[in-house]
């Protein structure tokens, strides 16, 4: 059996609402002007800092927006989301199956888990591998080889399932395969131009993917 990590925000849940919100109240905080809506959606996925710098260049500033948007998500955003329809029962589907299951996501590890404990299929979920608050481990390269080195693996075995070009490349630093999901914020170009070993339309996808990856 497979040990697959998933992303969290547009994998199994869409949380455009929580985040773009929050990101416009860092910016409301500071007495910045925000971001335009659609260029909000490109917020999800890279780490916080990464979006903040290139538009507020001087690192204290950058340090204070991720204090507001936390200020924020902390207390309301972290409820902000929908579950994508299906992905519960393929979860649970694939726990079923005896695959080892884990979520690997940039947003910072202390809301990741509270975000995962509250799903009501978060218990299939071995481990809960996020961001620390201070930014040491905020991409996804760093973040899979916490996973790796947290559960005692190894990458060979391992999948890895996102919505975006951060996912793919950061199963391929590992040398591990991919599957890229195409309901969440990145679209098909994006994740085939980043290498996705797989694409999946659709959540009821994945489990007969990881039925033919076993054999």
């Not at 694939?94 to 979520?103: C, E, M, Q, T």
């Not at 608050?133 to 060979?156: F, T, V």
Request: net charge negative.
């Amino acid at each position: 059996m497979a040990t697959i990590f998933f992303d969290l925000d547009g994998t199994l849940i869409d949380s455009v609402e929580g985040i773009t919100r929050c990101v416009v109240h860092a910016f409301e905080r500071l007495g910045e002007p925000a971001p335009a809506q659609g260029e909000l959606r490109g917020w999800i996925g890279p780490p916080l800092r990464d979006s903040f710098a290139p538009r507020l260049g001087d690192p204290a500033r950058v340090e204070l927006a991720v204090e507001y948007y936390r200020e924020r998500f902390d207390t309301t955003g972290w409820r902000e989301h929908a579950i994508y329809a299906g992905i519960g029962d393929v979860v649970a589907a694939l726990a079923a199956d005896g695959h080892r299951l884990a979520v690997v996501t940039a947003k910072n590890e202390p809301h990741a888990r509270r975000i995962v404990e509250h799903l009501p299929f978060g218990g299939h979920f071995q481990d809960i591998i996020g961001a620390t608050p201070c930014g040491r481990l905020s991409h996804k390269p760093e973040l899979i080889g916490e996973a790796l080195s947290r559960l005692g693996l190894a990458a060979d075995g391992c999948w890895m399932v996102g919505d975006r070009h951060m996912d793919i490349h950061g199963a391929r630093h590992h040398g591990m395969p991919s599957v890229g999901v195409l309901w969440g914020f990145g679209d098909e170009a994006e994740l085939r131009e980043a290498g996705a070993t797989h694409l999946a339309g659709s959540p009821d996808a994945l489990r007969p993917l990881f039925a033919m990856a076993a054999c």
